[in-house]
Nanobody, 123 residues
Framework: QVQLVESGGALVQPGGSLRLSCAASGRTLSSYPMGWFRQAPGKEREFVAA????????YYSNSVQGRFTISRDNAKNTVYLQMNSLEPEDTAVYYC????????????????WGQGTQVTVSS
């Protein structure tokens, strides 16, 4: 059984940057596409970004396109989310997930989830 552990969440000022990490144990991530989702207070969980197995294809929601970058290091069994130009609207708990079958932006396509890491963007 895979365990996904997110880290890197913090309180940051608007315009700042953070890099989230998602480390896996119990399974090699190199065989799976991976995704990041987020859930803000009172809102449904939403798709943020996803990456293909070899890292050559990436997908982003419109709200983060051009500001966030997803990447992976299969040798370290880790996926990253670099977040730049952060806005208060980016405040949420961020989750990484291991993808099964289905569309990249569909949370039901993902089989395993981490516990999440809190990102707060505020002055």
């Amino acid at each position: 059984q895979v365990q996904l552990v997110e880290s890197g969440g913090a309180l940051v000022q608007p315009g700042g940057s953070l890099r989230l990490s998602c480390a896996a144990s119990g399974r090699t991530l190199s065989s799976y596409p991976m995704g990041w989702f987020r859930q803000a207070p009172g809102k449904e969980r939403e798709f943020v970004a996803a990456i293909s197995v070899n890292g050559r294809s990436t997908y982003y929601s419109n709200s983060v396109q051009g500001r966030f970058t997803i990447s992976r290091d299969n040798a370290k069994n880790t996926v990253y989310l670099q977040m730049n130009s952060l806005e208060p609207e980016d405040t949420a708990v961020y989750y990484c997930a291991l993808k099964g079958s289905g569309n990249y932006n569909d949370e039901y396509a993902y089989d395993d989830w981490g516990q999440g890491t809190q990102v707060t963007v505020s002055s």
